[in-house]
């Protein structure tokens, strides 16, 4: 891995007139390198860098069954109103059948 190089910023005022004064602001680049097992395991034996994730997948499920409240004890809704649409189908069948005879 690419060892950082650490610098020196300067911090002065600059007016229009000078175009010469620029200011020296150290870089941090990430690079990306591949997935070893060296690098599995310092990525693992370290907690912060995936406890957070952690704690927010686990705050994200906890609210989102704290929306929901607690579910019905019936059948699901999509299945309760399918039977209730045919229900009322078949009792429109027959008033009409009756309605013709």
Same mark, same amino acid.
């Given at each position: 891995?690419?060892?950082? *190089?650490? +610098?020196?910023?300067?911090?002065? &005022? !600059? @007016?229009?007139?000078?175009?010469?004064?620029? $200011?020296? *602001?150290? #870089?941090? !680049? &990430?690079?990306?390198?591949? %997935? =070893?097992?060296?690098?599995? %395991?310092? *990525? !693992?034996?370290?907690?912060?860098?995936?406890?957070? $994730? %952690?704690a927010y997948? =686990?705050?994200?499920? #906890? !609210?989102?069954?704290?929306? #929901?409240g607690p579910?019905? $004890? +019936?059948?699901?809704?999509? %299945?309760?109103? #399918?039977?209730? *649409?045919l229900a009322? $189908?078949?009792?429109?069948?027959?008033?009409?059948?009756?309605?013709? @005879?």
């Amino acid at each position: 891995m690419h060892e950082k *190089i650490s +610098g020196d910023a300067r911090v002065q &005022a !600059v @007016s229009d007139e000078d175009e010469e004064v620029r $200011a020296e *602001i150290p #870089l941090d !680049v &990430a690079v990306n390198e591949p %997935l =070893t097992w060296k690098s599995f %395991l310092n *990525i !693992v034996s370290k907690p912060y860098t995936w406890l957070p $994730a %952690l704690a927010y997948m =686990t705050t994200c499920v #906890l !609210v989102l069954f704290l929306a #929901l409240g607690p579910l019905p $004890a +019936g059948p699901p809704p999509s %299945l309760a109103l #399918l039977s209730f *649409i045919l229900a009322r $189908a078949r009792r429109t069948s027959r008033r009409h059948r009756a309605h013709e @005879s």
